[in-house]
Nanobody, 113 residues
Framework: QVRLVESGGGLVQPGGSLRLSCAAS????????MRWYRQAPGKERELVAS???????YYADSVKGRFTISRDNTKNTLYLQMNSVKPEDAAVYYC???????WGQGTQVTVSS
């Protein structure tokens, strides 16, 4: 059974950095593409970044050059390094496995000075 637990969110100042983590269990983590999504209040959930099982990455234009997605298959953990954070990055961030309908509880990122 797929289980994903996001953590690392919190309050960050504009221009600051934050690293999100997603602990995965219930499946062979290294075999699957993984994604980070986010949902801001009143907006639809959007894809932020993805990483394939082989390590290829994709970024939404809005975060390209600022965010870095990575994975540690030995720890069954997905990461999202967020740098140069902007107010518009404030949202609940979710990780998700490809070919799964499971969504974790997410982790809240608040951007404020």
């Amino acid at each position: 059974q797929v289980r994903l637990v996001e953590s690392g969110g919190g309050l960050v100042q504009p221009g600051g950095s934050l690293r999100l983590s997603c602990a995965a269990s219930g499946f062979t983590f290294g075999n699957y593409d993984m994604r980070w999504y986010r949902q801001a209040p009143g907006k639809e959930r959007e894809l932020v970044a993805s990483i394939s099982s082989g390590g290829s990455t994709y970024y939404a234009d809005s975060v390209k050059g600022r965010f870095t997605i990575s994975r540690d298959n030995t720890k069954n953990t997905l990461y999202l390094q967020m740098n140069s954070v902007k107010p518009e990055d404030a949202a609940v961030y979710y990780c998700k496995r490809l070919l799964s309908d499971y969504w974790g509880q997410g982790t809240q990122v608040t951007v404020s000075s």
